[in-house]
């Protein structure tokens, strides 16, 4: 389309700024909505798939195909980690115990937290170190090291060196016998997984079995793996899975994948519905508005098919008042939408157990693309009808029944 | 000997309508040489309109032939016949269709910038033209800003934009008062003074009787008696 057509088509909307204005708020809203959507439908994916990446691990190996509360223990975890990090493919193995315990905080109130027990001699850590020091593989004396979030930090009033006493409730459920133990706060992390409210702490396995009376060597709930680069995740996971056939070895993208197939595919649905829904009541919106423009019009596009103008230029006026409809209102969608995401996001991570660094609306570069593709061609296909009226429309007898009434 | 501007041969128009075709216009054959100034007149009903929009390839004709500068227009396609009335072809409304987003100047520069007129010709052609019609000083005033008479030579300067051998007018004082309806027809004058051939439709006999030809219709035929 030239220039001139675009000019032309922006002074007929200018024509009815009140019914432009309309129009492009109307299809900023369902630009938004449609952003929003588009963003949902992977959004809970992108974000999970970051926060498994997010501390270097990318291979996770259990002990059965089950979700975490159901999870048996790995035996032996000791051996089997040895005979994993022996593997050409990977770089480090992480062993991680999980568990719970109990704290009496300055005021006297008792606070549960989640307590994890990891190797203390890897490179990588399922954490990301915020202040302080890190676990190191021993002590030099005095109370055993721990790392706790900013929000323990924050409801105990801990510093760096600070010491706290934590009562394991490790057995899911059942009290541990084991005695309290007293651990010195080496510093503060982000734990990737932890809910906005969660209060959790890590402590080295030998430290993690003292507190819940375990045997600290003698099982696992889960090793994180880093493959070693240049092979890759799926070279470990075979070599994992060829090495050890009892244990349940996933890379991150085959973690995603699952989820997608399983526990996220209702926010792809949910999206899906609701986009369709969107567009159409977008398609609906500009159709109307450019029908009754036209129609308001038909005379005067007589009048200019009789000075010369092509029934192609006025069939591209039309379509051209619909992109620009759509084009600025789809513009403004963007910033509309992204308000409009942080805003539900806000009332979503008000749910329980939800991850903090986990997003349900993530961006991606493909939904802008997505976006555009979808609007423009709602415009296009909202243009049809109008359209189909201008190119059909008869010169000689629109003049003469202009002439009439 | 140049060939007429346009030459309708044996041309019938009928419309299609519920209750039986209706012959607007009916075998009629008609030559206008180059220069003319033609009124065609007749009672309401008679076909005139229908005969104007035949001549001006707005319309086609049901059978028959229609020759524009001796080449036969019947078989074009949309885009050839809307060539043909773009470059050859100026029509003059009763109702003006003025675009009321444009300014005069601009409703004058849009046949031309659609004929692809280079910018500054255009302005320069329009300036011209706005002069010419006696409105140079309401050039960027818009059409609900012009009387009715202004707004007619608004669109007799749009229809001249493209320098048209063929003005074509189709009840041109229609919406005007006597005064300015004689204005009107004295700007058509002019117009064919300087060398382009005009037709204009109208039931008034007056605007008729300051043609140097008249054709009378009656009925979708040429009523040779009443015409001159």
């Known amino acids: ?405 | 000997m140049s060939p007429p501007v346009v030459e309708a041969r044996g041309v019938t128009r009928t419309f299609p309508m519920p209750a039986g075709p209706v012959v607007a216009v009916r075998d009629l054959s008609v030559t206008i040489a180059a220069g003319e100034f033609v009124s065609i007149c007749g009672p309401s009903g008679c076909g005139k309109s229908t005969l104007l929009h035949i001549l001006g390839c707005v319309d086609a004709p049901s059978s028959g032939a229609l020759l524009v500068d001796g080449r036969d227009v019947s078989t074009l396609g949309d885009a050839e016949r809307s060539a043909l009335r773009l470059s050859k072809i100026g029509f003059v409304f009763q109702r003006f269709f003025l675009l009321p987003m444009l300014t005069a100047a601009e409703n004058v520069e849009l046949p031309q910038a659609e004929a692809g007129v280079t910018r500054g010709e255009r302005r320069r052609r329009t300036s011209a033209l706005l002069d010419y019609v006696g409105l140079a000083h309401r050039a960027h005033h818009r059409p609900s800003q012009l009387s009715g008479g202004e707004a007619q030579r608004v669109a007799i300067a749009r229809a001249l934009a493209n320098r048209p051998r063929l003005l074509l007018a189709d009840e041109p004082t229609g919406e005007l008062d006597q005064a300015t309806g004689q204005q009107i027809v004295g700007l058509f004058e002019r117009v064919h003074a300087d060398g382009t051939t005009v037709v204009v439709v109208t039931h008034d006999p007056a605007i008729a009787a300051r043609t140097p030809r008249m054709l009378s219709m009656r009925d979708g035929r040429i009523d040779d008696g009443a015409s001159r």
Not at chain 1, 74 to 83: F, L, M, N, P
Not at chain 1, 95 to 121: C, Q, W, Y
Not at chain 1, 293 to 309: D, W
Request: charged share 20%; aromatic share 8%; glycine share 8%.
């Open chain 1, 1 to 405: 389309m030239s220039a001139k057509v675009w000019a032309f088509a922006l002074r007929s909307l200018a024509r009815q700024p009140g019914r432009a204005i309309l129009g492009i708020l109307g299809v900023a809203a369902v630009g938004a909505l449609l952003f929003d959507m588009l963003l949902l439908s992977r959004g809970l994916l992108v974000s999970f798939r970051a926060l498994l990446d997010s501390a270097g691990f990318d291979v996770r190996v259990m002990a059965a195909d089950a979700p975490a509360f159901a999870r048996p223990r790995i035996a032996d975890a000791e051996t089997a980690a040895a005979a994993i990090r022996a593997l050409p493919e990977v770089e480090e193995v992480v062993s991680l115990r999980l568990g719970n315990a109990t704290v009496t905080g300055p005021d006297g109130g008792k606070h549960d937290i989640f307590l994890i027990g990891a190797d203390a001699e890897t490179r990588r850590r399922p954490w990301i170190l915020l202040e302080g020091r890190d676990l190191g593989p021993s002590d030099t004396g005095g109370p055993p090291a721990l790392i706790v979030n900013r929000r323990l930090a924050t409801a105990l009033r801990l510093r760096p060196g600070s010491e706290l006493t934590l009562r394991g409730d490790c057995t899911r459920g059942a009290a541990s016998a084991a005695p309290p133990v007293r651990f010195r706060v080496a510093g503060f992390a982000a734990f990737p997984f932890d809910d906005p409210k969660a209060m959790t702490a890590a402590a080295r396995l030998v430290d993690f079995g003292r507190t819940c009376g375990l045997d600290e060597r003698s099982d696992a709930d889960l090793f994180l793996v880093a493959s070693r680069e240049g092979r890759g995740p799926e070279a470990a996971v075979r070599s994992i899975r060829a090495l050890r056939s009892d244990l349940h070895a996933f890379s991150n993208e085959e973690i995603v994948a699952r989820f997608q197939q399983v526990g996220f595919s209702y926010f792809r649905q949910i999206s899906a519905v609701l986009s369709s829904i969107t567009l159409f009541f977008g398609f609906l919106l500009i159709t109307v508005l450019l029908t009754v423009s036209v129609n308001q019009r038909f005379a005067e596009i007589a009048a200019l098919r009789a000075l010369g103008f092509t029934r192609r230029r006025v069939v591209l006026d039309v379509l051209a008042q619909a992109v620009l409809l759509v084009g600025v209102g789809g513009v403004l969608s963007l910033p509309l939408g992204v308000v409009l995401a942080r805003w539900l996001e806000s009332i979503l991570h008000a749910m329980p157990e939800i991850p903090a660094a986990m997003h349900f609306f993530a961006f991606e570069p493909r939904a802008l693309a997505t976006h555009a593709l979808l609007l423009a061609l709602t415009a296009v296909l909202a243009a049809l009808y109008p359209m189909r009226l201008v190119s059909r429309l008869p010169i000689a007898a629109t003049l003469r029944s202009e002439m009439v009434t």
